[in-house]
C-alpha cells in the first residue's frame, strides 16, 4: 500500500446541483498512511464547453485525388479558479512542505459566476463542470481526484413568447404505384401549447385518412432533439429522438384518430443552452404516417419550448397556486435548491432526473490512470411528476 489512502471531494449539496451565482461548497479529504513531501494541495474549479468533429473533405479526379481529414474544434472557458488547499501554488518558489500521516479535511468555498449554460453531454460536444485535486509531488507522478456537478440555466416559460399558444399543422401526401396513382393520404395534427418542462406530458391530438390503395403500417408522435454544435464558422446538425408514441395500422378507405394520447418529456436540458455559443438546442414534436412499401412517410413537424420552470397556468391546472405577487419564479426556485421544502406550501418544490441520455465517462486528455473520483458522470435536469403532487389547493 502507498502513503496515500483518501483523496476525495464532497460536495455539501448531496444532489450536485446549482444554478448561477450559488455557492459551491464542499471538502476535500485527504488520507495519509505516512509523511509525504509535496509542494502542496491544490483545487481546480472548471466550467466550459468543448466541440470537436472530423469531416473528410475529397478533391480532385483519377490518380490526383486526395482526401484529407479536417478536424473542426471550439472551446469556451466560464470559469477556471485554483484553490491552495496546503503548500504552495503552482510555480510558486521556495522549499517544499511536508505533510505528516494522518486524516486531513480542507473545506472549499466558491461562487459560480452568473450566465452560465446548463450543463450538456452531447454526441460531438459537451458543457461540463467539475472539480479537481491534485497533491503535486515533486519529482513524482501526482495524485489526481475528480468530482463533476450539474449546472442547470432555469428557462422560465412564462418569458418565452408563444409558449401559452396552441400550434397546428397539416399534410398530404399522394402516392404512386407504378403507373398507377392512388388517392391520397392527408393528416391534421395539433398540440395545445408550445411550452413544456421535463416530466409533462405532450396530449397528441390528430386525424388521419387514407384514401389511398395501400395500407398504412402505423402512424405515430416522436419528441426530436436538435443539437446544433459550431466551430470555426462550419456547423454540425444532430438530431435525436427522445420518445415516441404510436397507433397500429390504417387500412384502405380507413381513417384514425388520436383523442390526446400523451408524450411524456422525459429529463433533458432547456431550449437553446442560453449562456453558450458553440452548442444550441432546439425541439419539435412530429407526427408522422408511414406507407407500407417504398415511399417516403408523412411528416408534420410543430415546433416546442422546453423550460425549466412550468407556466403558471399548469401550476394551476395541476392545483399549485402560482407564486405569490413580487416573487419571481427564479428566486423561488433557486432559493428551494438545496433546501429541503419549497418556499411556499403550495408550490412544487424542483425535483431532479437523470439526463435520458444516461452516463459518459468524463476523463479528458489531462487526466492520468492515477486519477481518483468517479469518472461516470450524468447531467441531472429539473424533472416534475405531476402525479406525485399533493392533494390540490382550494379553488380560488
Same mark, same amino acid.
Given at each position: ?45 472548471? $466550467? ?7 469531416? *473528410? ?16 474544434? *471550439?472551446?469556451?472557458?466560464? /470559469?477556471?479558479?485554483?484553490?491552495? =488547499? /496546503? ?34 453531454? $452531447? ?7 467539475? =472539480? ?37 399543422? #397539416? ?17 391534421? /395534427? ?7 418542462? &421535463? ?5 397528441? !391530438? ?14 405515430? #408522435? ?11 464558422? !462550419? ?12 397507433? $397500429? ?17 422525459? +429529463?433533458?436540458?432547456? *431550449? ?14 412530429? /407526427?408522422?404516417?408511414?406507407?407500407? $412499401? ?37 428566486? =423561488?426556485?433557486?432559493?428551494? #435548491?438545496?433546501?429541503?421544502? +419549497? &418556499? ?34 450524468? +447531467? ?12 390540490? *389547493?382550494? +379553488?380560488?
Amino acid at each position: 500500500m502507498g502513503k496515500l489512502n483518501t483523496f476525495g471531494i464532497s460536495l455539501n449539496n448531496p444532489q450536485g446541483v446549482y444554478y448561477s451565482g450559488q455557492v459551491v461548497e464542499g471538502h476535500v479529504t485527504v488520507e495519509l498512511n505516512g509523511e509525504m513531501k509535496m509542494r502542496g494541495i491544490r483545487l481546480q474549479f472548471y $466550467g466550459g464547453a468543448f466541440v470537436r468533429w472530423s469531416e *473528410s473533405h475529397t478533391t480532385g479526379t483519377g490518380k490526383n485525388r486526395r482526401t484529407r481529414t479536417v478536424v473542426y474544434s *471550439s472551446q469556451e472557458n466560464y /470559469f477556471n479558479y485554483e484553490l491552495v =488547499l /496546503f503548500g504552495k501554488a503552482a510555480g510558486q518558489g521556495g522549499d517544499n512542505p511536508t505533510l505528516p500521516a494522518g486524516r486531513y479535511t480542507y473545506p472549499f468555498r466558491y461562487q459560480l459566476p452568473p450566465g452560465l449554460p446548463s450543463s450538456f453531454e $452531447g454526441t460531438v460536444g459537451r458543457i461540463r463542470y467539475w =472539480l479537481k485535486g491534485t497533491i503535486d509531488k515533486p519529482w513524482k507522478f501526482d495524485h489526481t481526484t475528480k468530482r463533476a456537478f450539474t449546472v442547470v440555466n432555469l428557462l422560465d416559460l412564462n418569458t418565452v413568447p408563444g409558449a401559452t399558444e396552441g400550434s397546428s399543422g #397539416a399534410n398530404e401526401k399522394n402516392l404512386c404505384c407504378l403507373c398507377c396513382k392512388s388517392g391520397p393520404i392527408s393528416s391534421r /395534427f395539433q398540440i395545445d401549447r408550445r411550452g413544456y418542462v &421535463p416530466g409533462e406530458s405532450i396530449p397528441i !391530438k390528430a386525424e388521419v385518412i387514407n384514401h389511398s390503395n395501400r395500407r398504412m403500417t402505423r402512424s405515430y #408522435a416522436s419528441l426530436c432533439m436538435v443539437v446544433r454544435y459550431h466551430a470555426r464558422g !462550419k456547423t454540425r446538425t444532430n438530431f435525436e429522438k427522445i420518445g415516441e408514441i404510436s397507433h $397500429g395500422e390504417i387500412l384502405p378507405g380507413e381513417s384514425d384518430v388520436w383523442n390526446g394520447d400523451l408524450l411524456r418529456i422525459p +429529463p433533458v436540458p432547456p *431550449s437553446e443552452l442560453q449562456g453558450c455559443r458553440i452548442i444550441e438546442i432546439h425541439y419539435y414534436v412530429q /407526427f408522422c404516417v408511414s406507407p407500407a $412499401g417504398p415511399s417516403f412517410k408523412l411528416e408534420i413537424p410543430l415546433g416546442l419550448t422546453i423550460g425549466s420552470i412550468p407556466l403558471r397556468s399548469t401550476l394551476q391546472q395541476y392545483g399549485f397556486a402560482p407564486p405569490s405577487r413580487g416573487i419571481g419564479h427564479h428566486e =423561488l426556485y433557486q432559493g428551494a #435548491a438545496q433546501a429541503t421544502a +419549497p &418556499p411556499e406550501e403550495s408550490m412544487p418544490p424542483p425535483s431532479y432526473a437523470e439526463s435520458v441520455f444516461g452516463t459518459v465517462n468524463i476523463k479528458d486528455d489531462a487526466d492520468t490512470e492515477y486519477t481518483k473520483g468517479d469518472m461516470n458522470y450524468a +447531467p441531472v435536469y429539473t424533472y416534475y411528476n405531476w402525479e406525485q403532487r399533493p392533494s390540490p *389547493s382550494a +379553488p380560488m
